[in-house]
């Protein structure tokens, strides 16, 4: 793991602290991207077509 070189934000200007955020989501979906290759998680269905957005019944069973 790398060590993290953490500014104050109190110190920072307003154009850093946004780039800081930038590089924190491109981070996010770069490991996203990367687990999704890894596991094949289907990201880019809808709740509809994914098994993970159905209601289920009161026995479980997918509605």
Sequence with gaps: MRTMNIPDPDHMTAEA??????????????RL?????QEKIPLDKSANQCPYGQKSTA???RA
């Design 17 to 30: 602290r946004l780039s800081e955020v930038g590089a924190i989501l491109a981070t996010g979906i770069n």
């Design 33 to 37: 991207r990367e687990k999704q290759k």
């Design 59 to 61: 026995k479980g069973e």
